[in-house]
């Protein structure tokens, strides 16, 4: 018992570096992380089922999405592999990662083995990893300014201000139709 108390399993979330203070909530990046790890599962799991196949490229899709599945549980879940001992440097790479690099790659990882052998399975099986993608690519599109910014941001848009004028100025019609409309 007493030899686990230093392992780097238990360390792992004390010497991680978290990402920087981003504006995105702690349940929205658990979510992603859960997403992650139940969808990989899934992916592993419809991965074997594709491999029962006949035809070489639905057996290198299941193959291919037997590996998205793995990198996806061990990038988000690392604590789901404790009997491998690099499954911390690779949760601690994957924690440093940007959240579009990891958008990114979720994304367009999940696609490779739909475009190989399109079947519900393939499909099924990959969709929760894409999933995962979107979750991190709204965050990597980072939190929403409150109203007052973006009305500040609105009035200093100089282009935006002069292409309606302009288009005013050549469709007066859209003014008078905008002054008879019942309010």
């Given at each position: 018992?007493m030899?686990?108390?230093?392992s780097?399993?238990l360390?792992q979330?004390t ?22 790890v ?8 419809s ?8 035809t070489a490229?639905?057996l ?10 793995f ?6 879940g690392p604590?789901?592999?404790?009997f ?8 601690k790479f994957?924690?440093?990662?940007p ?10 990882s999940?696609l490779?083995p739909i ?23 709204i ?10 910014e ?8 100089v282009?935006?201000?002069d292409t ?10 859209i003014?008078?139709?905008l002054q008879?409309?019942?309010?």
């Amino acid at each position: 018992m007493m030899e686990n108390i230093g392992s780097p399993i238990l360390t792992q979330t004390t010497t991680a570096k978290p990402q920087n203070n981003d504006g995105i909530s702690w349940w929205f990046k658990f979510m992603a992380k859960g997403v992650g790890v139940f969808g990989g599962l899934v992916a592993m799991a419809s991965g074997v089922v594709t491999c029962v196949t006949l035809t070489a490229a639905c057996l290198a899709a299941g193959i291919a999405q037997l590996c998205v599945g793995f990198v996806t549980v061990v990038f988000e879940g690392p604590c789901c592999c404790p009997f491998l001992d690099f499954i911390t440097q690779i949760g601690k790479f994957s924690d440093n990662r940007p959240h579009w690099q990891k958008a990114m790659f979720y994304t367009l990882s999940s696609l490779i083995p739909i475009v190989m052998c399109f079947s519900l399975s393939t499909v099924f099986g990959c969709c929760l990893v894409f999933a995962t993608g979107v979750l991190y690519g709204i965050m990597a599109l980072g939190k929403k300014a409150d109203r007052t910014e973006m009305i500040q941001k609105a009035r200093q848009d100089v282009e935006m201000t002069d292409t309606l004028i302009d288009h005013i100025e050549k469709n007066p019609e859209i003014v008078n139709s905008l002054q008879t409309l019942p309010k």
